[in-house]
């Protein structure tokens, strides 16, 4: 350290020195511009300026050494303008979390509602479910803030594409289709945040130009704040010698457009989330942190109004795990430069300030960074005086684990799990015919692993063995194996004598968080340990065919028992909360009409030879790579994205569709040259831009469903569309609408859905940029196939 550098250090020391002492002596308050003081008249406080003025003067109020310790998670107080410590990390991925140091469950509230995984929500598809999930955390969330228990930001929801099989995390996520996961991400993120507008384009797709409403802040209050994450190409725990915290994710521009990225982009644009949070791994070589073209996208093209924070300490793994920059000063300062403005950790607490005595970062770069932060805390009303005083001060105790959240999970529950197999009809079952009912399995007496990865403390957890004995009372319990490793079968011979003395029997086999979290990876896609053999074993014994429960986020290769006629029957439950077994309780016994289906592909055992680093998403036969998810998976599936039985049949007609659309495209004479060598004479595609007018394109598919059994149900209704094969890298086909729809048994409902060809017909080339391929495209909804033929017209100008 020079001269120069040491004595400026030893002088900012010594005020921060006295800083901290004179500051001993003027008592905080537990909120910021209380008015019983005398901090509340600063302009910081005074609700009539507008947020930017606000930000500004508090900023312009504070010391170097009061603005690092502002970068970190755990943002210290400021005693001498009244400003108490806040700590920014809170977790609400499927309910209030214990992960995150700002919930605590020690206080007035002991519980929270616990929804199930998102992996499961998703899987009913049902966009105002996701809504109503997403409000009834929010509610939780601001009363726990009233009383001390959670902060009023927190990191959720995960929005990264379920891209292997085999990762830990993909339980966290809406799946593996990039249109679900952004219509989840707008649903939670809009009700959660307190949002009552509705937005630009909440068709969820993320693709295409869109319209961005960009309005001050003055209007934008927040009830809490909610974080996408993590930006970007993040699904990789650890699998054989590569790591989150140092894997370089090679992704083409074509993947980011249309796989990577459109979660992200419908969060900010249509969700209007006040966070992102940047990931550990790198993409392209550089670190995600470090990522300046992403952030400056996010807010200059889709909007972005709030902060970014790193994933915790993933600043620290830029400089120690990825030996990307020289010293920890410089990794301190080139984040901030890039545009991230928190640190989870205390990386930036221990090296920001050299960072700047060394000339590696300006205090205006600080400033930039504390704006944003502030602006969200302002926006949240944080410094709007008593929170009991505001417009959700009267929240507490009565309005969390209430009986309307707790059947909202329930729903939750029943409308996401999966009925896989139905041989004969075996369900439902009459509960008046069942005289006796066995469970078996290592989870079907555990409460501990119903809600998976991210979990609170529920309010009133069951087991799954508890839920069925409120329907038979005569059932009895096995674990086959002491716990869901299943290393060994010295409990296999109870289990086989307990299902031979029942008068049905139920498995129940899978994944928990031993197998699957975060920093773990699978390397396997079969059952764990020796539970295929205590499936078999069980199967074998019992008098009737079994039904196999299946637990846990990730698919999984269950192909024998698809095949097994000795069981009748699979549902997947995933992991589905602290109303799970009830909900499945339910199902079995016909109480209700099951209607998930999945929003992932379950692929057989061989996958697991596909590295799981090769982040290419399509197909690549000259190397045997068969391609990832159901739009390029070119192999053997065990059951596919969007599979799932009901104990009822539906049948669809398309009452109304375009066969014909064409598109005036407006290019400049001299471009026309390089657009028609494409296809030499013919013309196979136009890019997006080039359409006059994507508005005047849009149509809608009018449908008619009708349930031909003879129970009630609801199920997603999906529509599909196949596009020309106009460049090598095609989907095979992609989801371009779906509606959870409700009929009665003989009766029919008419839905319609929307249908805008620039974003659900286009595609991206090898440019990542989107094209709109010209010729006959297929809409397919079920079993029908109709035909659209898109045509263009020429509206040339010189």
């Not at 504070?62 to 108490?84: H, V, Y």
């Not at 028609?676 to 997006?688: A, P, V």
Request: charged fraction near 20%; include cysteine; proline fraction near 5%.
């Amino acid at each position: 350290m020079s001269l120069q550098f040491g004595s400026l250090f030893f002088l900012m020391q010594i005020l921060n020195f006295l800083l901290f002492f004179s500051s001993l002596a003027k008592p905080i308050s537990q909120f910021p511009c209380s008015s019983s003081s005398h901090f509340s008249s600063y302009p910081f406080c005074n609700t009539s300026l507008s947020i930017p003025t606000r930000a500004q003067s508090l900023i312009s109020l504070l010391t170097l050494q009061e603005k690092i310790q502002q970068l970190s998670d755990n943002a210290s107080s400021i005693p001498r303008l009244g400003i108490p410590a806040y700590e920014w990390w809170s977790e609400s991925l499927h309910g209030i979390a214990t992960n995150g140091p700002g919930v605590k469950f020690n206080g007035t509230m002991k519980s929270a509602t616990s929804f199930p995984q998102v992996i499961v929500t998703t899987a009913s598809f049902n966009r105002t479910l996701w809504s109503k999930i997403g409000s009834a955390i929010a509610i939780e969330a601001r009363a726990m803030y009233n009383y001390g228990q959670a902060g009023l930001t927190f990191w959720a929801p995960v929005i990264n594409i379920f891209r292997d099989p085999r990762w830990g995390r993909g339980q966290e996520t809406p799946g593996e289709d990039p249109m679900v996961v952004s219509a989840y991400a707008i649903e939670f993120v809009k009700s959660f945040q307190g949002a009552n507008s509705k937005s630009v384009d909440d068709d969820g797709s993320g693709f295409g130009e869109k319209r961005v409403l960009r309005g001050d802040y003055s209007d934008d209050g927040l009830m809490l704040s909610a974080c996408c994450k993590h930006l970007i190409a993040y699904d990789l725990e650890k699998w054989e010698n590569f790591s989150r915290y140092s894997f370089n994710a090679v992704v083409t521009e074509q993947d980011m457009e249309d796989t990577y990225q459109p979660p992200f982009r419908s969060c900010i644009e249509d969700g209007k989330a006040s966070c992102l949070m940047c990931s550990y791994n790198q993409v392209n070589g550089v670190p995600a942190c470090l990522r300046e073209d992403l952030f400056q996208k996010a807010r200059n093209e889709w909007g972005f109004k709030g902060y970014i924070t790193s994933d915790c300490d993933a600043v620290a793994t830029i400089h120690f795990y990825q030996n990307y920059t020289k010293t920890p000063e410089d990794a301190a300062a080139e984040v901030l430069k890039a545009g991230m403005d928190s640190n989870c950790g205390t990386f930036m607490l221990r090296h920001t300030e050299s960072a700047i005595l060394k000339g590696k970062l300006r205090e205006e770069e600080i400033d930039k960074a504390l704006f944003n932060l502030f602006a969200v805390q302002l926006r949240l009303g944080l410094f709007d005086g008593n929170p009991r005083s505001g417009k959700f001060g009267k929240l507490g105790p009565q309005d969390v684990c209430t009986s309307e959240h707790r059947a909202l999970a329930l729903e939750a529950a029943k409308q996401g799990i999966v009925l896989l197999k139905n041989d004969k009809r075996f369900l439902p079952l009459n509960k008046n015919a069942v005289s006796s009912l066995a469970i078996i399995g290592p989870l079907a007496n555990n409460v501990s692993q119903m809600g998976g990865g991210y979990t609170g403390v529920p309010c009133c957890p069951k087991s799954l063995f508890e839920g069925l004995q409120d329907y038979i009372k005569k059932t009895s319990y096995a674990s086959g194996c002491s716990d869901v490793p299943c290393n060994f079968d010295a409990g296999f011979n109870e289990a086989i004598r307990t299902a031979k003395e029942a008068d049905f029997v139920i498995v129940v086999a899978g994944l928990d968080l031993t197998q699957e979290t975060e920093d773990l990876d699978r390397v396997s896609l079969l059952l764990p340990g020796q539970q295929m053999a205590l499936v078999s074993s069980v199967a074998a014994a019992s008098k009737r065919p079994v039904v196999l429960v299946l637990t846990g986020g990730g698919p999984i290769d269950v192909s024998f028992a698809k095949a097994e006629p000795r069981i009748s029957s699979i549902i997947w439950i995933g992991y589905p909360g602290e109303a799970g077994a009830e909900a499945l309780a339910e199902i079995i016994f016909g109480d209700f009409n099951p209607g998930g289906r999945l929003p992932m592909t379950w692929y057989p055992q061989s996958f697991t030879k596909v590295p799981m680093n090769d982040m290419n998403m399509r197909a690549d036969p000259s190397r045997g790579y068969p391609g990832r998810t159901y739009r390029f998976y070119t192999g053997n599936r065990v059951y596919g994205f969007g599979e799932g039985l009901s104990y009822t049949n539906y049948s669809y007609k398309i009452l109304t569709a375009p066969t014909k659309l064409s598109i005036t495209r407006s290019f400049k004479a001299s471009s026309s040259k390089n657009i028609l060598q494409q296809g030499g004479s013919r013309l196979d595609y136009i890019h997006i831009d080039e359409v006059t007018s994507c508005i005047s394109l849009k149509f809608s598919v009018q449908i008619s469903v009708t349930n031909v059994g003879d129970m009630d149900g609801s199920h997603p209704v999906m529509l599909f569309t196949r596009v020309p094969r106009v460049f090598q890298g095609t989907p095979e086909k992609h989801l371009i609408g779906f509606d959870r729809v409700h009929t009665i048994s003989k009766r029919s409902k008419e839905i319609s859905i929307l249908v805008d060809p620039c974003k659900h017909l286009s595609i991206a080339n090898e440019r990542g940029n989107r094209i709109l391929p010209l010729g006959n495209h297929v809409l397919i909804l079920g079993d029908l196939e109709h035909l659209l033929q898109l045509k263009v017209t020429e509206d040339i100008k010189n």
